[in-house]
């Protein structure tokens, strides 16, 4: 099995570090789990871009995606850090790439950049960002993308948009990764998103069953022969729960039973190494090149050094 794969660090954002009241005790904890991740393997490290809780807003730590992403790139060694994803309309995209290429940097090349069109109102809501309909949003995002790769291949970038416009920007130093930090287009909307990902991707993530990824790549692949660019050359990345024990039933019990009939148990990893080493095998013959895991219990540091142990080949 050639499959890497990465691991959503515990952020706060779905509550996961309720029960730690100090801040400082909640951040050493997140590190701790980047940093096992770091030792035993993992390709990636994710964080995502969210001021509130789910799924109800509430007063619990939630700590911000692109300092946290500089802290965690430097509190680490080896393992990529990445966003799953970042949100175009929290920053303004010139700032947000001239930020990347400050992370690429101070990480030694270990930054994966993901982008996204966003979809939790309530936040732009209450930080006073517009939540314009989703098309819109996309449109924003098409022209995002776009300045970002202006500032990260010109000299002094140039973009005219309806949204954004960029006159001479000057972005030193641009990364260390050539050609550019690898962009990954979060998301799975088959006629805008996954087409902007095949114009300017490097890198998508997608999430749900078996058959729905299927039908995303080919949809992703369609989308990469009309414009042009080679579909083997985008990282192919999903996004799944993942809950291991010694047996299937006591993989179940680690997950709490509110999850398991929400959507983002669709394509849930869940059971004894030999389950989910079968269900491995089909997300690898469906196409997909890394896996990225949200466990319920990573706080568990022996559950991230138990998966490892069976399915990380550890080259470092």
Known sequence: MSLKFGLSLPQGWIMELARI???VEAYETMTRVAQTADEV???SAWLV???HTIPQPS???TFECWTTTAAVARDTKRIRIGQMVTSYGFR???LLAKMASTVDVLSHGRLNFGIGAGWYEHEYRAYGYDFPEAPERLRHLREAVQVILAMWTQQEAVFEGKYYQVRGAINQPKGVQKPHIPLLIGGGGEKVTLKLVAQYGDACNVSGDLETIKRKFAV???HCGTVG????SIHRTVACLCAIGETDEQARAKVPAA???RPVAAGALIGSPDTIRHQLAELEAAGVQEVVLGFPDILQLDSLRFFAQEFIKLNV
């Not at 660019?229 to 083997?232: G, M, R």
């Open 21 to 23: 009241k100090d801040p």
């Open 41 to 43: 393997g993992f390709e």
């Open 49 to 51: 871009d969210h001021f």
């Open 59 to 61: 007063q619990e730590v």
């Open 92 to 94: 303004n995209p010139a």
């Open 220 to 222: 992703l692949k369609d």
């Open 229 to 232: 660019h080679d579909y083997e």
């Open 259 to 261: 999850l398991l009939g």
